[in-house]
């Protein structure tokens, strides 16, 4: 095995080790062979007698210390002092803000059941539109019954399409609300949430 052909299956062995400490290996194991055809080896003899490149990846792979997980900084006197001090201030803030989260969460629900109360209206006024027409052609006013019924069957296919229309809105309210809740939670938490 040549010099190259070396370096090629260290660098590939390595690929595990981040791209800093592949390359200082691999700077450090060519200078060692350079260093050994110095002293009167041939490229191959200079390879062999740094020894197998298989056991050097392992060594090198199992010497990498797993890194330690971050620890929490502590807050140091001056940052706590200017917490206390500033509390005035950044706690109206996320007062605020909370309230004006939950003012728009509100304001989305509103909306939502103002569909649905739509929807009903609609409902209500196919089954009485109906009724009406029925009454009115019973009694001799064929022509405002007919029109009557009409509506009521107009507002009845409106129904439908808002029913869908709601259903619709409400499933899409009701997943942004645990995909917000669940990356607040994610925050609060420390923990990175998963989309």
Request: hydrophobic content about 50%; aromatic content about 10%.
């Amino acid at each position: 095995m040549n010099k190259s052909e070396f370096l090629n299956e260290l660098r590939k062995g390595l690929s595990t080790l981040s791209e800093t400490e592949i390359e200082e290996r691999v700077v450090f194991y060519s200078e060692m062979i350079d260093d050994r055809i110095e002293e009167g080896l041939t490229e191959e003899e200079a390879v062999a007698a740094i020894g197998s490149v298989y056991e050097i990846i392992g060594q090198a792979v199992t010497e990498v210390p797993d890194e330690k997980p971050k620890q929490k900084r502590k807050l140091k006197v001056w940052e706590i002092v200017l917490l206390i001090l500033g509390s005035p201030i950044w706690l109206s803030l996320a007062a605020a803000a909370l309230v004006v989260a939950v003012s728009l969460y509100l304001s989305v629900w509103a909306i939502i059941i103002s569909f649905w109360s739509v929807f009903g209206a609609f409902i209500v006024t196919s089954f009485g539109g109906i009724i009406g027409g029925i009454i009115l052609f019973t009694v001799g006013k064929t022509l405002n019954g007919v029109a009557l019924i009409g509506c009521g069957i107009l507002f009845a296919g409106l129904a439908i399409f808002a029913f869908f229309g709601c259903k619709a809105a409400s499933k899409g309210t009701v997943l942004l609300t645990k995909k917000c809740f669940g990356r607040l939670k994610g925050r609060i938490m420390g923990k990175e949430e998963i989309s």
